[in-house]
């Protein structure tokens, strides 16, 4: 890909200003909108935040396609040549009720392998950001490769989808054979805390393409394997039930538990 410098360098404008209409919104009255059900929110900063990147990547990069969750490309059915893949806000229940743990996501795939991955805590003023082979970074400084922690030794993410449904026990086993679950409600920083180690893995029950694409070009750079349940490879053309973990807390789960695949 060209210009990745300048790409790099525009893209983190970009970010610190979608950043600053998020906290900017606090002041104001968000208008709210159910899109699925009462607990699948999208906001008018959801949809300003998005409409801000496709304006800025249609200026810079005219005629690159791009992917966003409120409403942008969502009929592409092919990730040839250079695709963005943006999440205006990923916790937008976090956001809405609790003005915290939200994050903004964006990356850039070429030909259907990552590239760039973008992360942004915007409560934290913390920017995770990857090029593909050339490590992962927290605030311009270089994140080590993960410490290789069994499940056991760990705490993991385990979406609340997973965790409430009845049916499944098998979540709730992979819980207790780990020290311990937490639920933080936005894909994006479940998946930095696990690059980071705080967490030795992540499951996610249903994660769209913009869930998923910064954060696997982030947990790859630092020795993190994220796969579908099923064994298989991402697709980010859909939804996918979702692994992401060390090395040996993938195997033991894959090994030892039955998750819907
Ligand atoms: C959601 C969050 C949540 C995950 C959902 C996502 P959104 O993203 O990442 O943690 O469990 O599957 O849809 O809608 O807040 O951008
Ligand atoms: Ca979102
Ligand atoms: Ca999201």
């Known amino acids: 890909m ?25 002041e104001n009255e968000l ?6 059900n009462r607990t699948d929110l999208v906001t008018n900063i959801d949809k300003e935040i998005e ?3 496709i304006e800025k990547i249609e200026t ?25 893949i943006i999440d205006p806000i990923d916790g937008t229940l976090n956001f809405v009720k609790q003005q915290n743990d939200f994050a903004i996501m964006i990356s850039i795939y070429e030909d259907g392998v990552g590239q760039l991955g973008y ?7 913390a920017l995770y950001f990857a090029t593909k082979g050339q490590g992962a970074y927290l605030n311009g ?11 056991n030794q760990g705490l993991i993410a385990i979406s609340h989808r997973l965790m409430a449904d009845e049916t499944n026990e098998e979540a709730r086993k992979i819980g ?25 893995g992540y499951l996610g029950a249903s994660l769209a393409p913009w869930d998923i694409a910064a954060g696997k070009i982030i947990a790859e750079e630092v020795g993190l394997v994220y796969t579908q349940l099923n064994g298989k490879k991402i697709d980010l053309l859909k939804h996918n039930a979702t692994i992401l973990a060390t090395p040996r807390a993938y195997n033991e789960i894959m090994k030892n538990y039955h998750l819907e695949r």
Not at 2 to 26: G, H, P, T, V
Not at 62 to 75: A, D, F, K, T
């Open 141 to 151: 400084r270089r994140l080590k490769n993960v410490e290789d922690t069994p499940l």
């Open 51 to 53: 409409r801000f990147f």
């Open 60 to 84: 810079f990069f005219p005629g690159e396609r791009i992917l966003g969750e409120e409403g942008s490309g969502h009929q592409m059915t092919d990730l040839e040549g250079i695709v963005w």
């Open 31 to 36: 208008v709210i909108h159910e899109k699925t």
């Open 2 to 26: 060209n210009q990745l410098d300048k790409r790099n360098q525009l893209i983190k404008e970009w970010i610190s200003e979608a950043a600053e209409i998020s906290k900017a919104s606090f």
């Open 176 to 200: 207790r054979a780990s020290s311990g679950v937490r639920m933080i409600g936005s894909a994006g920083l479940e998946t930095v805390h696990v690059v980071t180690g705080r967490l030795v």
């Open 119 to 125: 992360i942004y805590d915007v409560m934290q003023d």
